[in-house]
């Protein structure tokens, strides 16, 4: 599993809401993505440890 695709479906999620940032979920999605997408690196190695646990194999892609 690559980070960045875990990451483009949350950006599609903050991206179905209109920008309002007096919206509690949109601020959460918003700040969320902005904080994995500075930790990239972080967030794959999370992600790596995940899959050697078979957290995503059930997902298909």
């Known amino acids: 599993m690559k980070a ?4 483009a479906e ?3 999620l903050r ?4 920008k309002d940032p007096a ?6 999605l918003h700040h ?4 994995v997408s500075y930790k990239m690196g972080e967030f794959q190695a999370y992600v790596d440890e995940a ?7 059930e997902f298909e892609d």
Do not use: M, P, Q
Request: proline content about 0%; aromatic content about 14%.
């Open 4 to 7: 960045e695709k875990l990451l």
């Open 10 to 12: 949350l950006n599609r």
């Open 15 to 18: 991206s179905d809401l209109d």
């Open 23 to 28: 919206d509690l979920e949109w601020l959460t």
């Open 32 to 35: 969320v993505f902005c904080f």
């Open 51 to 57: 899959a050697a646990r078979g957290e995503f194999d």
